[in-house]
């Protein structure tokens, strides 16, 4: 979602309880989640609906986002999407949580506030397969193609546990 989608809200030219769509195009872009780099490309134009109000504008934002990248428990590609529905008021002068981050005097940024979006509305964990089964934590292969009870290796005891197993109890 290339940052210079903006919107000329005095170009709009809405007098207060008035709105309007707007439908605006998402470019491709990349989000930084977990620590991985998610290429990010939309599914289709971004609606965005602008109403007016006597001091100020209240905005929605809908669109279909998806993220292509590594599965956050066995690293294969990943492909997640996701529902953005996304709501701004902006009432300049009425307080620090009425005015919108997303608009510069009479500019709404879109790519901004839809990147932000998209990134709250993803799921807590990005998985390629709902029932991923992840890495082998001794030998890195993944569990998603071993058998079930096919990939196991031979327990070592635990050393915390060594001064214990020397004491004679007799």
Not at 2 to 25: H, W, Y
Not at 73 to 88: F, N, Y
């Amino acid at each position: 979602m290339a940052a210079s989608n903006t919107i000329d809200l005095a170009g709009l030219q809405l007098r207060s309880g008035e709105g309007r769509r707007v439908d605006v195009a998402l470019g491709e872009d990349a989000l930084e989640y977990g620590g991985q780099r998610y290429d990010v490309t939309s599914a289709g134009a971004a609606t965005v609906e602008v109403s007016r109000m006597a001091h100020g504008y209240a905005f929605h934002l809908r669109f279909d986002g998806r993220l292509a990248g590594p599965c956050m428990r066995c690293l294969s590609d990943a492909l997640i999407e996701a529902e953005v529905d996304a709501r701004e008021i902006d009432h300049p002068g009425g307080g620090e949580e009425m005015e919108s981050p997303y608009v510069d005097g009479e500019e709404l940024c879109i790519g901004d506030w839809a990147h932000e979006a998209l990134a709250l509305a993803l799921p807590d964990k990005l998985l390629c397969r709902a029932d991923c089964a992840g890495l082998c934590p001794v030998c890195g292969e993944s569990l998603n193609e071993a058998e079930p009870g096919a990939h196991e290796h031979p327990r070592e005891p635990d050393p915390r546990w060594d001064a214990l197993r020397e004491l004679k109890l007799d």
